[in-house]
């Protein structure tokens, strides 16, 4: 994609994430995306097809990028913990900094049809085995304890979108930076992390 397109590309994305948290999937037209973005109407369609690929296309795109932030920062720690812990605060930090994504990630795409959930499940299932790699290492290398791999897992990640969830709906805006060395503190617990 050349430059200009790509940057077209990205305002789009960036409208349409604008657009989904205030007013809805399924309430939001794609000529309010297009206001948003500052293109006519059928701009968008040179992009995608529909509003679901707008969806799809935004969920694989941002999560690809916080996934690639998780990733590098990962690559940098000694530990399990400090990998885990590290998960935790880019995990939150980042939602914090992209408050929309966060709407669109924990309210609109979980309403969306099966088709659509199936579509975005890959930057998920990524997400997931970057988990378990993490986790499966701190086994090995007897850091943490922890017999069943898929349910450390599905209780960390439980743990950061249950966070993440409550902040969304949260009548009044908090901060999640306070929340990082609570949630930091559980995980240690649960899978009985020493200094």
């Known amino acids: 994609m050349s430059k200009p397109r790509e940057e077209k590309y ?5 409208a349409a994430t604008e657009a989904f948290a205030e007013y809805g999937y399924f309430s939001c ?3 309010k995306i297009a206001r948003l ?3 006519a109407d059928g701009t968008i369609y040179l992009y995608f097809k529909n509003k679901e690929d707008i969806l799809v296309s935004l969920f694989s795109e941002r999560m690809g990028q916080f996934i690639q932030r998780i990733r590098h920062d990962v690559i940098l720690c000694q530990t399990t913990q400090e ?6 605060r880019t995990h939150l930090r980042y939602m914090q900094e992209n408050r929309s994504l966060a709407v669109v990630t924990q309210i609109e795409v979980r309403q ?3 088709q659509i959930r199936e579509a975005i499940s890959g930057p998920l299932r990524e997400y997931f085995q970057l988990i378990e790699q993490v986790l499966a ?13 898929k349910v450390g897992r599905q209780m960390f990640f439980g743990t ?3 966070v993440i969830s409550d902040w969304v709906i949260s009548k009044k805006p908090r901060s999640l930076v306070g929340v990082e060395d ?14």
């Open 160 to 162: 950061l979108d249950a």
């Open 112 to 114: 969306s049809d099966p």
């Open 182 to 195: 609570t949630v930091i503190a559980l995980i240690r617990g649960a899978f009985k992390i020493e200094d």
């Open 83 to 88: 990998r885990l812990s590290t998960i935790v």
């Open 37 to 39: 973005a500052g293109v």
């Open 137 to 149: 290492e701190g086994i090995e290398k007897q850091e943490i304890v922890l017999s069943d791999i």
């Open 29 to 31: 037209q794609v000529s």
């Open 10 to 14: 990205q305002l789009i994305l960036d």
